[in-house]
């Protein structure tokens, strides 16, 4: 599993290119300013609503990128360009990938809030089990995991634009 999650990075330019992409920065920046509200609004539920149908519509536009570029236009698309490490269509296959997995853990984090906190994890007070407990309850580690699943959900709808430019920038390609 890590190899082929390496691969996909690596495909999508890096792990350094994704992480330096304005997309990334303009999450931060939204999360910053929300951040005292990240665990008192109900932010949890907005994702449960609107992530499962966009995940879908991020796995739908690789789908119907295959069916309507055409098996002569994806030769193209799947060749190296110059100079190029990846083709065009391997990249375009990794950046959503990449839309879809951090849509899906901000759905699983959204998920794991929206029960009660994951703090309320069933936690028996006994032996080491009773330390993650105490750090969430004591130490408000929690209001991190709403902080970063904040993130995930604004970066996750952030990456819907990014999906679409890319999918156009590609389909320049084939002219």
């Known amino acids: ?3 082929v999650l390496f691969g996909i990075y690596k495909d999508a330019g890096g792990l350094f290119y994704v992480i330096g992409t304005p997309y990334v920065y303009l999450a931060a920046i939204l999360t910053y300013f929300l951040f005292d509200r990240s ?3 109900d932010w ?3 994702a449960l609503g609107m992530f499962p149908s966009l ?3 991020s796995l739908a536009t690789f789908a119907i990128v295959l069916a309507l570029f055409g098996s002569e236009n994806l030769a ?3 060749a ?3 100079g190029q490490k990846v083709s065009p269509l391997a990249k375009l296959t990794a950046l959503i990938v990449h839309a879809a997995l951090i849509q899906i853990s901000a759905l699983i984090s959204a998920f794991g809030l929206k029960q009660n906190g994951l703090c309320a994890l069933s936690w028996r007070d006994c032996g080491w089990q009773s330390v993650p407990r105490y750090i969430c309850e004591n130490l ?3 209001k991190w995991f709403y902080v970063g699943g904040l993130f995930l959900t604004i970066y996750g709808l952030l990456l819907i634009v990014s999906t679409l430019l890319a999918v156009f920038q ?3 390609m084939t002219r």
Do not use: H, I, N
């Open 44 to 46: 949890p539920a907005l």
């Open 39 to 41: 665990y008192t609004s």
């Open 170 to 172: 590609t389909s320049q």
């Open 55 to 57: 995940v879908g519509f």
């Open 140 to 142: 408000e580690v929690w």
């Open 1 to 3: 599993m890590l190899k």
């Open 80 to 82: 190296k360009r110059d």
């Open 76 to 78: 193209k698309l799947a």
